[in-house]
């Protein structure tokens, strides 16, 4: 007999049978089932994804109407519709949660071997930011916008270890890139790219007291005293590098016991012009007085 290795069970070659099973006897998933198995299940509803299918009828013909017998798949028949919409509606998400998570842990090892990024630091390195997705006002009226605009907001941030998104979510264009950002918790070290829509001293006081380091751009219309202004480098981009006061953050806003000010740098990169500064706090650095570089 020729054996069968389709496109589909390559792919499923991702998910080992022995640690989906672990996982499945780990939320008990198939507590009451007769017969119809959670890998069943799970090789039904892959399909419907990758086949971009609409509706558990189309997944069920589908896979009826394989060619080749469904065994390489590790199922003996097509699933009844009534039987698969039983099992999407009993068994528990928190199993292919599990299951998307040691799949991202396994892209994520991947990834980080083959990414050959320039950029090295101990420290963890992660961007947010806020993407709007325009849509059509008339077809979905949920998305609102502007008045003759609807549209979508996707909150997205992202590991530079392998650039694999570490968290996402899709709100209404009007929603507040904040209040998304202050949702997040962060590990202490990590160093977060942002940008001045994210501009908020009392968050950047959040983060220096957990430890978080920061690069974002400031606003144009920062309110900040130059306390000491320092030498740059003769070869570089940098134009100044100063250190601040900002007067909204003179009073302590960290731990109790150390009390302190924030640390912004403005930095202007290759791109920019001496006539066009693009100015960016660069390292928030908790436990000193707020220093600002210009470059």
Known sequence: ??????????????????????????????????????????????????????SLREVCLGL????????????????KRSTLAYANAHRPWELYESVFMQLLGK???ETSTRSGRKFRSKNKLMSLDGSI????????????YRQRKGAIKLHLLLDHDGYLPLFAVVTDGKHSELKVARSLHLEAG???????????????????????????????NTVYTTVEVCAVPEKGNALSDRIVSLPALDKPVCRPDAPHKLLPAIQIPPAAT?????RRIMDMHPGLTSRVWAG
């Open 133 to 144: 997705i325009e849509l059509s006002a008339t077809r979905f009226d949920w998305a609102k």
């Open 274 to 278: 001496p006539s066009k500064p693009y």
């Open 64 to 79: 009826a109407g394989c060619e080749s017998p469904l065994k390489h798949l590790g199922i003996n028949t097509a699933p």
């Open 190 to 220: 990590t160093i977060l790219a942002i940008d001045r829509g994210y501009n908020d001293s009392k968050w950047f006081a959040e983060l220096t007291r957990d430890g978080v380091f920061f690069v974002t751009r400031m606003k144009t």
């Open 1 to 54: 007999m020729t054996p069968v290795c389709s496109v589909y069970s390559q792919l499923l070659q991702l998910f080992p049978r022995g640690q989906f099973a672990q996982i499945v006897k780990q939320h008990d998933a198939e507590f009451g089932a007769k017969g119809f198995t959670c890998w069943e299940q799970f090789v039904a509803m892959l399909f419907c994804q990758v086949a971009h299918l609409n």
């Open 107 to 109: 892209c994520q090892a």
